[in-house]
Every structure is written in structure tokens, then in C-alpha cells.
């Protein structure tokens, strides 16, 4: 195979020597016979020029999914600026040592760009470290600020749950030194304002505090080095069964098994302000204060959730751990009800659904990035847009009424050959109106394709000219649905047409 | 050095082992101490933990930018709607073997991912060949599709000309077997309603056809190998002098002189109509078929530009040649004549910045995606946003009137202390009502920072809540410009509210 290849190589520059040379053509035509000939015997490559394919783990959106898409974003950015945010962008990659050691064990899913010289590259893993990156370098201490974007992890895709390699994200975030759980509770009711406009159904959002879990974990006799690794051991819980997550505890994680089935007691509870109440009786968890003081703050957050109406929506739960390792308060994760499962009783592809927005409060990365260690807490949320997207998308397929893909008004129809002219003029006259035009890209069109134009692209009026319109001054106008016909003179059709637009 | 890094990687360790084993505390502090010396003598590192900054070529957008940038968008896609497109998103990155082979000499400029298993990777260098192999792949023969969305080259950016290595296309391309130059003709128009749309002044859409300038070539005696590359030499006219793009034809490219002299003629010519009637009569250029369906393409595409109305921004350009290799007919470019130069008379800023919008007819493009070599012929143009952009943004920055970054409508005001939990419910009532509404995050902000706040944001409207409205069950509503203030009743808020927003 090599040696074929070689063989290949030596005859092509032979090939070209003689071309170059004005060589006789017959011994051209010879020498490329044989170049011909020992290309055909390389295998595969002859035929299948290449894979015609997206990367592993990546998609292509047509028109139709485009339009669900682009609704989904109009909801979710209409509730974003409800609360006032504005919105920033940043690169797709950072330099390679912006993103290092941030994202804990989840850091060897990170793309790097290939080394064709100058900086260390890697695509953005979310949205949430080049947003302290920017914030940072521009010294912003105090911002309300969404971003959708793509984001890139080389995950192993579960695509049928809507799990890719490349995804976007769609987050919000509050940055600035404010009064405890205020601008945490906006994340829940923000999340709750999203979830209600996309129509989803019933949801939970599960919070949960680091500091808590933090305590916990001392409460338990897990050691402060272990925490952030028992933290995301947790965190597959709502993957997973806790038998599973308590060996890789004891069995990677090297915790003593006390520790171990101290926290499996804990993971168990969830529940409202009665559950922190409980908690804040637990004597050893009394001991730790970062649980007490996580403690009093979910009592701030149920609260104040309370009075954004959205209590009923939320479940104090201490399973929920995230698996990044910047959050340092308050965290959340919604899913929605009729996605939710108990491990291993249900498919597959329900369990990766659930999960619909998450998030929490990371206020120690800006410092990460200050050449001072100036903090800025932020807290956040980013709702999970590729889930919805399915659901949405599945939806809308199984629904009789298919969406436009288009927003067209009118196409202008020729009842005769050569009118080309004519169509052109009118569809300058109509575009400079700003009225949303098309017309067939065919010198003589049929006039039936240029009605089944209309009518398959939902397309609710036509114009249309002919010798005898021409001859009139007029042109005829057409409502497709009730194929009801009417002439208008040709002076009066921009003024003509917006009436009927108006009608639809 | 290196030395130094594994000395501290030892104490590191010993350090660890210590603590695990809760070895003598003072010991241990003895061991502490030893590794922060060690860490203190390692240069730089300590103080200045990494570079804070973008990658080279890449930058941040500001929420003032992404209002102007969004701002331009919005135009731009109100032009493709208008001409009855629909959108598709593809993946950043496609496999490498996907964009090999496509662009002729720019392919150095193409990122690569780096190989961590699996597909090799490329970043999409534009727009087109995505399209390409979206057509092929999906087997669609017609479609009329925009795609605004970043493309990669590893360029040299001249950032204060308006390029970057990461940058937005914004393409509108037609594909479909048609009749000559309807959807060519098209893609000049909507250049022309774009480019007014967003007020950028006068500018002229440049014309050429790869057929003509094939023609050309082969009439000046130019190997048929050399046409690719000899192309890629004229299409540096814009931005350099005949003479050194003269230079690298016979010095680089091994051009005889003679020929270069002869397309240094034709490449100085343009005109409108008058020049394709004088080049049909030119005998040399005629015996070439190429240049003949060429020239009569460029007469019909004149024709129908000017049914359109645009003529007389078109200008038949001999010198206009692009650079990438997968053009095969018209192509097209647009220049903001107050930002066109000649050669070394103006100062390098001014030079990148007049191009603002390219493209052509690329007609053999998805048959090299096509295992069976099906010709789907395409034809579109990609809108400059970025150096659309720069100059948008400098207008702005010399303009004296801020743009707002936010819509927010209404701020909720405490009058007196511990007046959170009102402000919290008065929030909740105006976000469910849809009304765009912010608040501080302080528990009892100050009356006077919470009045800047909505003068800093340009936010109309305050609620105002205190002791003596709770008392009478109503808010005072204060119009920030006029300060005007009137009480309402709690129950009469949300209306009272839509009718000064409708008033402003």
C-alpha cells in the first residue's frame, strides 16, 4: 500500500515533467495511462472520494429545526432582558491556561487546538470561565449579563438524549458584591419564568448549597482534600444508584466506608423549609459552620422564593452536588417531571432529558484570573437548550401542522412566457416596500409550478402579470388559501397589497 | 529550573504525606514553610499566574457592541427574509478531509484541531464549503438559505483594519439549476438593500466572471495549470500595485513576461455594458469560448441589475479576481467608495476596510462532496460584517447619544429600610405581567443609588414602595425624565404602568 503510493507519487512527477517540458503527446498520454491505472488499483479511495459527514457528535440544523430553535432563543432571551440583563460575546477558543484547572476531573474532555505555532489553544468548555476570564481583564466588578453560545466537550455523545459534542448554552449571570440570596433567587425565578414560557410541563428545581455539602462531607469524617472528588462522586447520583456511587467512594476515592454510608444517610433528604429546620437541629452538622452558615442561607433563598411565587417549585435536595469545581454557594439543577426516572427503571433515553437548566455560585473564579485575587461573586444559571431543543423538536414533529420555514408574503407569478422583464420590475418595486418577495428563478416558469410554489411554502398571496394586465395597467392579485382573484392598478398594488397583508 | 520544579514536587509531596498521616504539627509547618521558599524562587510564576488576554486575532464584545452589533444584524436578516431565505446552522468545526483541497493557497491559513483520538478536526475557514457539503450530504437540489455565524483563519489580522482571526460571515447563497443570472443578479441587489439599509454611504459592487477572466488568461497565452494561480496574483490588485503583482506572477509563478504585460492591459479595464460590447469585439478574447459565455452572462447580469434598479452601483471590474479557487462564474465585490484608496496614496487603515461584502457563482463545488459527481449550481454573497461593524462602532463611539444595552422599563425603589419583601413581590407582579423590570440587590439600598440607577440605564419608570404606600394600599410611579410622581392603587400598578410605557 505504501509502495503503491510511492509509485503513484514518482509517476505523477513524471507526468508533470513531461507536461512542463511540451513533451510529445503520445508519451504524455502514455505516462498518464499508467498514473491512471496505478491510482485505480489503490483501494477504497478511488471511489469514495471521503466520508460525507458532521464530526462525531456534532449536527447540522436544517430550516426546519432552525425555526423551532430560533423560537426557543426569542422565549428564553425575552426573559433575560425581562430582568434586565445585557448580553456580551467572547471568543469560541481561550488561550489553553485560561481553562486549565477549572473544571476539575471533567478537564480531559477540554478540545485543544492543534500547535501550528504561537499561543496553546482550546475551545471554551462553557460559558461561565470566559465569562470571569472577561470580567477579570476588563475590571468589571458588577454586571447582569446573558450569553448564548456554543460550547465544546468531548464527551461521549448520547445523542438520542440530546447530548452533543457541540452545544449551545444559554447563560445568565449576576456579578457584584450584593445582600446574601437576592440575586440567587432571581436565577430559580428566571428559570421558572423559562421553563413556564417553553410550555414544558411540570419541573422541579433542586437546590442545594456547596457549603452544605461541604459540611456534610466534614460531618461525615471525609477529608478536605477528598471533598471536591466525593463531591462529584455525588453528583452521578442522578445517574446512578448510590450502591454504585458509595464503591467509587470507597473503591477509587479510597474513603473509609463509615464516611461512605454516613453520607448515604444525608444524600437521601430532600424537602422545603422544614428539612433545613431538621438540619439545623443535626448536632454534628452544627459543628461545621460553613453547613451552618450554607444552612441560613437556603433559609434566605427558600424565602425569598416564596415571595417570587415560585416556592412550590423548588426541592431542597442533598444529592444534588454538580459536578464542576468552581461553585462555592448556593447550586441549582432543574428537570422536568415527566422526564425524571428512578435509575434503572426506565429507558435510557428518558434519564439524559431530565435535566433542563443548572447552575450555582462561583465566587472565587474571577479572583482565579485577577493578578490581586480580587473577588467578584457571581452566581448563575444556563438553561440546557439542546434538551429542550429535542423535546421541542419532537414535539413539533409529531403535531400535524408543519411551521414555516419562511416568512414570504407575496410571489410574483407571470401568466405568460417572457414576462421575466416584468417579474423583475415587480419584485424591485415590492422588496424596496419592504414586502417579503419571491418569485420563480425560471425565464418561463409553468404558471401551475408557480402556484405550488405558493402553496407549499405557505406563501398567502400572489401577483401576477400577463400581456393583458400589461396592456391594462394592472395587475392581478391573489389570495392562495381562497384563490380569490382581484385587479388592482398597477400604481396602487404597494398600498393594495399591505391591505390584504393586514387581512391575513 | 527544571530542577527547581521537581525539588518543589518533592516537598509538594512530603507535605501531603505529612498532613495525611497528621504527622507533628510544627513538623509539618517546618515542611510548609520549606515548599512556599522553594515556590518563592521559581521566576514569575508566583506574581503573574497567566497572561490575561484573548487569543491573538480573537477579542471580546462588550454589551455596547453587541447592541450595535445586533443592531446590524437585525438589518441584515430583514434583507434576507425579504428575499425569502431560510437559515441552517452547521458545526464550527467539520472534518479536516471536508475543507482539503477548497481553497487553493489560503489552506495554510486553516485551524486544526488537535488529535486527542478520533477524527482529525478543522475549524470551518467560511461558510460555503459547510453549505456545500450540507447539500451534498442532505441530497438537496434548491435551496435559498442564509447562515450568519464565525469562520477561522489563522491570517495575520490587522485588527485596527477590521480583521480578525475569528470573524462572522453573514452569507445568502441560491442553489438550484436556474436560467442565467435571475439569482446572480439577485445577490447584487440584496448587497445594494443591505449596504443602504445600514447607511454605510455611496459604494460600487464590483463584477467580474471567472469565465471571462479564464478567457483572458488563456488569450494571453497563460498555461491552462498556471490559471488558479495566476488569478490569485491579479485578485492582490486591490490592495497592491500592478507592479508587484506583476512581480510575483513571473518571479514566483514562472508567468512569461509577455503575458503578464498583456493582462496587465485588460486587468485595467472597467466599465458597464459598453465595456462588454467592447470586449465581444475584442478577436483575441473571442476565440476563447470561455471569455465569449462569459461576456454574455456579464450582459444579462447588467440587464436584470438594472430592472432592478442597481445599475448604477455596479461597475464590470477586469481587475476583480477573488482569491478562493471554487468560484466558476460571476463574482462579485462590494467597496464603500469613502474607504477606497489607491495604493500607497492612503494610509493602511483605510485600505482593509473598503471591501464590505464578496462572493460568486461556485457551481462544481457540492459535486466535489457528491459521491456521484451531481452538480448542484450555487451562486451567493458573504456581507463583511466585520469591518461593517468597525465602522458602525466608530460612528457610534463619535456620536454624542449612548445607546441603551438593555430594554429594562420599570425599577422598583424602596423608600425607607426593610423594604425587601415588597420590592421582592412588586418585582415578581411585573415580571409575570411581562413588564422588563430590575431592582437593587442591596437589602436597603440608598434612595439616591437607586434613582442613578435608572438615570445611568436610561430606565423610564420607577416604582416607588415605603411605609405610607403599604399603609394605603398604592405605589407612586415616577417618571425619571420629568420626575413627575402619582399614586396608584396596588391593584390598578400593572395598567397604570402599560399606559406610561405606551406614552413614552
Known amino acids: 500500500m505504501e509502495n503503491l503510493k510511492e509509485e503513484i507519487k514518482i509517476q505523477g512527477e513524471l507526468v508533470r515533467k513531461l507536461k512542463t517540458e511540451k513533451a510529445d503527446k503520445a508519451k504524455i498520454s502514455e505516462e ?28 447540522d440544523f436544517n430550516p426546519y429545526q432552525m425555526s423551532i430553535r430560533e423560537g426557543a432563543f426569542t422565549k428564553i432571551i425575552a426573559a433575560f432582558k425581562r430582568h434586565g440583563a445585557e448580553t456580551i460575546d467572547t471568543p469560541v477558543f481561550e488561550l489553553k491556561e485560561t481553562l486549565t484547572g477549572k473544571y476539575g476531573e471533567d478537564s480531559k474532555l477540554i478540545y485543544d487546538l492543534a500547535d501550528q505555532g504561537g499561543e496553546l489553544l482550546s475551545l471554551r468548555y462553557d460559558l461561565t470561565v470566559p465569562f470571569a476570564r472577561y470580567l477579570a481583564m476588563n475590571k468589571i466588578n458588577n454586571i447582569k449579563r446573558y450569553h448564548i453560545a456554543k460550547v465544546y466537550r468531548r464527551d461521549n455523545p448520547a445523542m438520542t438524549r440530546g447530548r452533543y459534542r457541540e452545544f449551545y448554552q444559554c447563560d445568565f449571570d449576576i456579578a457584584g458584591q450584593f445582600d446574601p440570596m437576592i440575586p440567587d433567587a432571581e436565577c430559580v425565578k428566571i428559570v421558572a419564568e423559562i421553563l413556564e414560557s417553553l410550555e414544558l410541563g411540570d419541573y422541579v428545581v433542586k437546590v442545594n448549597d456547596r457549603k452544605i455539602l461541604d459540611g456534610m462531607f466534614a460531618a461525615c469524617g471525609v477529608p478536605e482534600d477528598k471533598f471536591r472528588s466525593i463531591c462529584s462522586a455525588v453528583d452521578k447520583l442522578d445517574k446512578t444508584f448510590w450502591s454504585d456511587v458509595r464503591a467509587e467512594m470507597i473503591d477509587e476515592k479510597g474513603l473509609d466506608p463509615v464516611a461512605a454510608d454516613k453520607i448515604g444517610k444525608y444524600v437521601e433528604l430532600k424537602g422545603g423549609l422544614d428539612l433545613v429546620d431538621k438540619l439545623l437541629q443535626d448536632e454534628n452538622l452544627m459543628k461545621e459552620s ?22 412550590d417549585k423548588v426541592s431542597f435536595d442533598l444529592s444534588l452536588a454538580r459536578g464542576l469545581d468552581y461553585y462555592t454557594g448556593v447550586i441549582y439543577e ?8 428512578t435509575p434503572g427503571s426506565e429507558s435510557e433515553e428518558t434519564i439524559g432529558v431530565g435535566s433542563v437548566a443548572g447552575g450555582g455560585r462561583y465566587d472565587k473564579l474571577v479572583g482565579m484570573f485577577d493578578p490581586k485575587n480580587k473577588v467578584v461573586p457571581c452566581v448563575g444559571v444556563s438553561i440546557g437548550i439542546e434538551r429542550i431543543f429535542s423535546i421541542l423538536e419532537a414535539r413539533a414533529m409529531a403535531s400535524e401542522k408543519k411551521g414555516r420555514t419562511t416568512s414570504t408574503e407575496v410571489y410574483v407569478i407571470s401568466a405568460q412566457k417572457n414576462m421575466l422583464e416584468h417579474r423583475l420590475q415587480l419584485c424591485k418595486e415590492l422588496w424596496d416596500s419592504d414586502i417579503k418577495t419571491e418569485q420563480s428563478y425560471k425565464k418561463n416558469p409553468k404558471m401551475l409550478d408557480q402556484f405550488q410554489a405558493c402553496e407549499n411554502n405557505g406563501i398567502p398571496l400572489a401577483v401576477i402579470i400577463g400581456d393583458s394586465e ?35
Not at 491510482?39 to 456534532?58: C, H, R
Not at 432543574?334 to 426516572?341: I, K, Q, R
Open 32 to 59: 498518464v495511462a499508467k498514473l491512471l491505472e496505478l491510482k485505480a488499483s489503490l483501494p477504497d479511495e478511488g471511489q469514495k472520494k471521503f466520508v460525507l459527514k458532521t464530526p462525531k457528535g456534532t449536527r
Open 290 to 311: 460553613s453547613a451552618k452558615q450554607g444552612l441560613e442561607d437556603m433559609k434566605l433563598l427558600l424565602k425569598y422564593c416564596e415571595l417570587f411565587g415560585v416556592l
Open 334 to 341: 432543574a428537570v422536568l417531571l415527566g422526564f425524571s426516572h
Open 470 to 504: 400589461i396592456k391594462n395597467n394592472v395587475v392581478k392579485l391573489r389570495i392562495i388559501e381562497t384563490r380569490a382573484e382581484r385587479e388592482v392598478p398597477r400604481s396602487e398594488m404597494i398600498e393594495e397589497i399591505r391591505k390584504e397583508l393586514a387581512n391575513l
